[in-house]
């Protein structure tokens, strides 16, 4: 029996056996602010969920994460179907690295498409599974659209959506996960864009001072 069909048999397994019905965990969206500056229009965002165990267990298996976070602006039309104005999505992926024991973050714009793979703009290594999750959970000042596509005069509405994409797991465990709740990480934001001016910036470090290496 080859390698790749005993890897496949033994997920397969793996997906039977740790199923355990449960609860679903609860994600919300507990901060949400869009700025707009000079640059563009930034939002900041703060999403709450716990890991269910065998979310977890899959992980320390090898298993890699992928979350997606997007964001889409509609401008207020009262004559016809609200039209998109921008759009932006970035892609999350989360996984344990057994030989240094350390998790890794890697974060991409854009999102995953069947002609090429994850190209990765950030990636970091975390001591800790929660100190991981921490860095998912928080978006920072992400840029979701240029100044001239939103209206500063015009009414518009903001759809901001944070999910676990199942479709990026192997195929056996996308047909054992069908359905489970512990599955299920996700939330989503719909509601009328508030712009708040752009927070100011902290001051750049005196010239001569040694940063971080």
């Known amino acids: 029996m080859g390698t790749f069909v005993r890897w496949v048999l033994g997920v397969c397994v793996y997906v039977m056996l740790a199923w355990v019905p449960g609860l679903a965990s609860a994600t919300e969206i507990t901060q949400l602010r869009v700025e707009r500056g000079d640059d563009g229009v930034h939002l900041s965002a703060q999403v709450r969920f716990d890991l269910p165990p065998v979310v977890e267990d899959a992980l320390l298996k ?4 992928f979350f997606v976070v997007e964001a ?3 401008r207020d039309r009262w004559y016809w179907t609200d039209p998109r104005v921008a759009s932006a999505a970035r892609t999350i992926r989360l996984a344990y690295q057994p030989l240094t024991r350390r998790w890794r973050v890697n974060i991409a714009s854009g999102l995953i498409t069947s002609s090429g ?3 990765a703009t950030l990636n970091q290594n975390y001591e800790t599974l929660p100190e991981a999750l921490s860095a998912i959970q928080r978006v920072a000042r992400w840029k979701i659209a240029d100044a001239a596509e939103v209206d500063p005069d015009a009414s518009h509405k903001l759809d901001f959506t ?6 990026q797991l192997p195929r056996p465990f996308q ?3 069908a359905g489970q709740r512990e599955w299920n990480i996700s939330a989503q934001v719909r509601d009328r864009l508030k712009l708040e001016p ?3 910036q902290a001051a750049p470090a005196a010239a001569g001072t040694e940063g971080a290496k």
């Open 72 to 74: 889409d602006i509609y």
């Open 162 to 167: 944070f999910r676990l994409d199942l479709t």
């Open 175 to 177: 047909i054992g996960v």
């Open 198 to 200: 752009a927070a100011p």
């Open 62 to 65: 090898g298993i890699p994460l």
């Open 117 to 119: 793979g994850l190209r």
